[in-house]
């Protein structure tokens, strides 16, 4: 019987490692799309920002052409002072040469403030990318480690299948039929050791007969509290 529960604990090694193989290939193209969710946004906010700096650009270029037509008015109307005959086409001129001069000023005030907003927003836009970058270095890697998992998931699986299978002549059927029973109900472990005369199951305390016994026994003993198979860790016991 020691040589059964040694092939249990194998399988059972495996069957574990089947179902976090599983629970991966499960939940990994999930992580995945909320990574690739996540670089989406950023990337849209990245460009906002990048947006927004050309729009502030446009602008002054606007500003920039509408100062220069600004000038060209003023020059004209100067130029048309020392045609005008009359005072009160010369007094008319002044207003609108003086009308057209503050115009101007308004302009150029409005273009400073812009270099200013300009200026903060390109200093705030290369922090911006900096972290960008960080993160989409972190991203990319994160991102191909799940691939590289999610690629070599298969091949694993069929290579612990295959050592499944192996180990599965050398198994009494009443045996494997008792470990898959227990296996369903117990939530994937059927078989654990007994340490010091408690079970590493359900962390019972086992009654010393029992725990004498299955340090001879050749039958296989089940835990009185939560009826998994238990084996007499004698490495641990030792110790
Ligand atoms: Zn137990």
Redesign the pocket.
Known sequence: MKEQIALLIDLQKIDQHIRTLNHKKQTLPEKAGELDQDFQTRKDRMEDDRRGLEGLNALHKEKESELKQGQEKLRKAKARLLEVKTNKEYQAMLAEIETLEKGNGRIEEEILVLYDRIDEKKGSLKNHEKDFEQYRGGYEAERKKIDEELASIDGELADQKKKFEALVPGLKPDVRRRYEMIKGRRNGVAV?S?RNAV??????N?PPQLYNELQRSEELI???????I?YWDEDVNVG
């Open positions: 654990v007994a079970c590493c199951g359900c962390n019972m086992l089940y835990c009185p509290n939560c009826n998994r238990i």
